[in-house]
């Protein structure tokens, strides 16, 4: 997609700190972090929402929760707890249309939390 921030930052167009890549996604600091630790974990592919997903691509999932398990334990945020959150659509508070996971980690987190 042109127009999209995600697909900018994995094509390496505009400077993230990237903090992990493979072949399936990219990984980089949120730059308005809501946590000490909060990371932004993309598929490469460009899904807009999780409505999106289907047979083809929901191997990208799995793979992104392994990511963040890994992630955490890189962070040293695993033994305390971790959130990860992926928003699907306007209400559900999607910003950017291009899936993506949350990681987030070292402090306390609240519930509901929005």
Known sequence: ?????????INKEIPSNIVY???????FRDINPQA???ILIVPKEHIPTLL????????????????AK???????IDEKG??????CGNDGGQTVY???FHLLGGRFMTWPPG
């Open 21 to 27: 890549e493979d072949d399936l996604v990219v990984a």
């Open 36 to 38: 000490p630790v909060h």
């Open 52 to 67: 999106d997903l289907n047979e083809d691509n929901k191997h990208l999932v799995s793979h992104a929760y392994m990511v």
């Open 1 to 9: 997609m042109v127009d999209c921030i995600f697909c900018k930052i």
């Open 98 to 100: 291009h899936i993506h």
């Open 82 to 87: 971790y959130r990860i959150i992926s928003n």
């Open 70 to 76: 890994e992630l955490a334990k890189k962070e040293g």
